[in-house]
């Protein structure tokens, strides 16, 4: 526990909550937590109103699981959108990523964690059932698999593909290949071969 | 400041863990120190360096800079990346089965070299057995024997007499075969074992893998000695190895 003895009371309690989220420690905990003591109180009631705000409103969407306001989220309901095309992504973060290059007008399914099996992470912990009903059901003719590209991703995608490849619909992945600007010198084995096998005229 | 003492090594990464914004921890099991557990700083970025080389599964080079809680790791190369492996999921759940074992049954920072043997054969080994899980059973009795739990298959662990051809018990508290009489005048729980399995033990415990392999066992029996050490294990570790469960489902 970080209870220091000059922390009393709320204080003490807000250094613990902070240092409950991803990426913060013990001094950094600290440090926001007398920072916000010296913030002027409109300004923490309206990031103590963000915080429940967030909480309140943001549910997950009952067709792809991304976060969203209104139910189904803005990609689901949007109709000038591809509704034949299913993105798999393990976190909702990753929507915001493939949203922001632009370049993909489909849909998407997150699937909220990605296969650890050391961790006893199983499929059964995944939105994998809800994925297959809406391929079954919709007229879907491809899905893209863009979990990460680590041994845990890729296990999902193999897993995903295993299940989704007898449906007869087409079951691709996103392109493995050298980053921009990354050096060829430090691509690994894995990747580089990749990147060669799946070249492209220039 | 002081520069870092810095040093080499070589090993298998068993598994990696995320630590703040894009740093993880690695665990990794080197022929010369054991089982390491070192900071891999910003792997999880895509343009970082070390992203590809520092997966599980993978035996690779590192140079390491001494730190004062952890070590951080500066430079790896790849020895060997395992790729037929982890672009196959029935040889991943094996391979991170193994890495499993590994991790639990060893501790931190104390050399082994048999054991980094085992799982380097292990894993290299994978593809040829696909279709058998006898390696699985043969990698189990090798980690109980070379850190010191192998079980008592030749005596009954009560009596010491040397064991008749015949079926028995297997006591996990005891850590062996318990003889037939000594099991029924016995108020603790053991697990009925069949001289076939009883055999099969023996089998993975004393001769080469190449041997084992050229078993030909019926899948009832196999069935039988993987609950078998499968609940010793669990017993001797106190702990679940959870990565077996995928396999399970993978292979059914």
Excluded at chain 2, 14 to 35: F, N, Q
Excluded at chain 2, 83 to 89: A, G, K, Q, S, V
Excluded at chain 2, 225 to 252: A, C
Aim: net charge neutral; with cysteine.
């Amino acid at each position: 526990m970080i209870r220091r003895h000059q922390d009393v009371g709320p204080v003490a309690k807000l250094v613990e909550e902070f240092h409950k989220l991803p990426g913060i420690g013990p001094k950094m905990a600290q440090r926001l937590s007398y920072h916000i003591i010296r913030m002027p109180n409109s300004e923490a009631a309206s990031l103590a109103e963000a915080i429940v705000g967030v909480k309140d409103r943001i549910v997950l969407c009952s067709v792809c699981h991304n976060i969203t306001e209104s139910d189904p989220c803005n990609v689901c309901s949007d109709s000038t959108r591809d509704s034949a095309r299913i993105c798999v992504v393990e976190e909702a973060l990753d929507v915001v990523s493939l949203e922001r290059t632009g370049a993909y007008r489909g849909l998407y399914h997150v699937l909220h964690g990605v296969i650890d099996p050391m961790n006893g992470i199983g499929p059964e912990n995944l939105k994998i059932k809800s994925l297959l009903d809406r391929i079954k059901n919709g007229t879907v003719t491809e899905v893209i698999l863009a979990t990460n590209p680590n041994l845990e991703g890729e296990a999902t995608s193999m897993y995903l593909q295993r299940l989704i490849s007898p449906l007869g619909i087409l079951v691709t992945r996103p392109a493995r290949g050298l980053p921009v600007g990354g050096d060829l010198e430090y691509a690994d084995e894995v990747t580089l071969s990749r990147a060669i096998e799946g070249r492209q005229e220039f | 400041m002081a520069r870092p003492r810095t040093y080499k090594s070589e090993g298998i990464i068993l598994k990696g863990i995320p630590l703040g914004e894009a740093d993880r921890i690695v665990t990794i099991y080197t022929l010369g120190s054991g089982k390491l557990r070192l900071v891999a700083k910003g792997v999880r970025r895509s343009r970082s360096r070390m992203s590809g080389y520092l997966e599980p599964l993978t035996y690779v080079s590192i140079s390491v800079a001494e730190g004062r809680n952890i070590d951080t790791i500066t430079e790896v190369e790849i020895i060997q990346s395992f790729r037929e492996i982890r672009e196959d999921l029935l040889l991943v759940s094996k391979g991170l089965y193994f890495a499993e074992i590994v991790d639990k049954f060893t501790v931190d920072r104390s050399p082994g070299s048999a054991e980094f043997k085992l799982l380097f054969d292990g894993l290299g080994r994978l593809k040829a057995s696909y279709t058998t899980d006898l390696a699985l059973r043969y990698f189990e009795m090798q980690m109980l024997k070379i850190t010191g739990f192998g079980p008592e298959i030749y005596q009954c662990v009560e009596c010491h007499t040397e064991l008749e051809v015949d079926s028995h018990g297997f006591s996990n508290l005891k850590g062996g075969i318990l003889g037939s009489e000594c099991r029924s005048k016995s108020s603790e729980p053991s697990a009925a074992i069949s001289v076939g399995a009883i055999k099969l033990l023996r089998y993975l415990q004393n001769e080469s893998y190449d041997r084992v392999m050229g078993l030909n066992i019926p899948e009832v029996l196999l069935v039988d000695v993987e609950k078998l050490l499968g609940s010793y294990i669990r017993y001797v570790l106190d702990k679940k190895i959870k990565s077996k469960e995928f396999i399970g489902l993978i292979s059914s």
